[in-house]
Nanobody, 122 residues
Framework: QLVESGGDLVQPGGSLRLSCTAS????????TGWFRQAPGKEREGVAC????????EYARSVEARFTISRDHSKNAVFLQMNHLTPEDTGTYYC?????????????????WGQGTQVTVSS
């Protein structure tokens, strides 16, 4: 089971840190990804991290603003989001892939959390 937390209402330019914790399996066995979905839009990959924690991949829209990290001791993955804009608004999902390489393709992820809401608005 994957559980996301940390979503909130934040002003443009603000920051948030999302957390994804796993129970029942080691999250570090496979690549972990963060995805988001805005109303009326398709789910898109935001960032992902390989099992070692050393290889990451980001969507161009968040590169240099978002940082994904992994903590094996906590069985958790984090997404630090800085310089948020209204375009970052959406439900953010954590997912565990069935592969060990980085990919932002949702179809590579069989296990998903329920999501956490991020709203960027003044």
């Amino acid at each position: 089971q994957l559980v996301e937390s940390g979503g909130d209402l934040v002003q443009p330019g603000g920051s948030l840190r999302l957390s994804c914790t796993a129970s029942g399996f080691p999250l570090g066995s496979y690549t972990t990804g963060w995805f988001r979905q805005a109303p009326g839009k398709e789910r898109e990959g935001v960032a992902c991290i390989d099992p070692t924690g050393h290889i990451t991949e980001y969507a161009r829209s968040v590169e240099a603003r978002f940082t994904i990290s992994r903590d094996h001791s906590k069985n958790a993955v984090f997404l630090q989001m800085n310089h948020l804009t209204p375009e970052d608004t959406g439900t953010y999902y954590c997912a565990s892939a069935g592969v060990i390489y980085t990919t932002l393709e949702p179809r590579q992820y069989p296990d998903w959390g329920q999501g956490t809401q991020v709203t960027v608005s003044s």
